[in-house]
T-cell receptor
Framework: GAVVSQHPSWVICKSGTSVKIECRSL??????MFWYRQFPKQSLMLMAT?????????EQGVEKDKFLINHASLTLSTLTVTSAHPEDSSFYIC??????????????FGPGTRLLVL | AQKITQTQPGMFVQEKEAVTLDCTYD???????LFWYKQPSSGEMIFLIY??????QNATEGRYSLNFQKARKSANLVISASQLGDSAMYFC?????????????FGAGTTVTVRA
């Protein structure tokens, strides 16, 4: 099956610093990637949809200047949390859909990145 | 408005028994898809099963089956012969439309704990 990786899997940073999370599709080309945020015991909340070569589409309430998304190639999207604060601590998950994917094909999820801001 | 509703925050099931996880959805689209995912404590999202709105038969994948009742807008997941490794959080999700790069709407999730 299709594999999506995320790096890093764990990151601890100081308040005020920026953190970059990478999402890669390892064995397929992803025209669209998604970024989710998940708090403990809660559901996945879609933050933004990222299309290769174009600006990301952010969901309502998500600060685009706070969460910078770059989809530079068909296999890589990055999420940068700028000037992170403790309330940004969360589990961030990316997913990807293959180019030419079928309607019934699932999004392929990365393993997630746990961010802790001190 | 909530697109996906999962009303069971948590469930306990005895090993080897079957368990049904409820999911109702709301959409005005004629074409949509319903997914179930498993999320163990490690956090990875594991795809379990898919049901398309035009599929006439209920989807099955091994021990997982989806009880699709279109008129009631429900897509319940049935896990047969529960195993200890089935303990996890389970999410129902919906894709609306047929577009590529579709968004998924997730339910709140149900935590399943399998007892030995």
């Amino acid at each position: 099956g299709a594999v999506v990786s995320q790096h890093p899997s764990w990151v601890i940073c100081k308040s005020g610093t920026s953190v970059k999370i990478e999402c890669r599709s390892l064995d397929f080309q992803a025209t669209t990637m998604f970024w989710y945020r998940q708090f403990p015991k809660q559901s996945l909340m879609l933050m933004a949809t990222s299309n290769e070569g174009s600006k990301a589409t952010y969901e309502q309430g998500v600060e685009k200047d706070k969460f910078l998304i770059n989809h530079a190639s068909l296999t890589l999207s990055t999420l940068t949390v700028t000037s992170a604060h403790p309330e940004d601590s969360s589990f961030y998950i990316c997913s990807a859909t293959p180019a030419g994917g079928l309607a019934g094909e699932t999004q392929y999820f990365g393993p997630g990145t746990r961010l802790l801001v001190l | 408005a909530q697109k996906i509703t999962q009303t069971q925050p948590g469930m306990f099931v005895q090993e080897k028994e079957a368990v049904t996880l409820d999911c109702t959805y709301d959409t005005s689209d004629q074409s949509y898809g319903l997914f179930w995912y498993k999320q163990p404590s490690s956090g990875e999202m594991i795809f379990l099963i898919y049901q398309g709105s035009y599929d006439e038969q209920n989807a099955t994948e091994g021990r997982y089956s989806l009880n699709f009742q279109k008129a009631r807008k429900s897509a319940n997941l049935v896990i047969s012969a529960s195993q200890l490794g089935d303990s996890a959080m389970y999410f129902c999700a919906m894709r609306e439309g047929l577009g590529r790069g579709y968004k998924l709407s997730f339910g709140a999730g149900t935590t399943v704990t399998v007892r030995a």
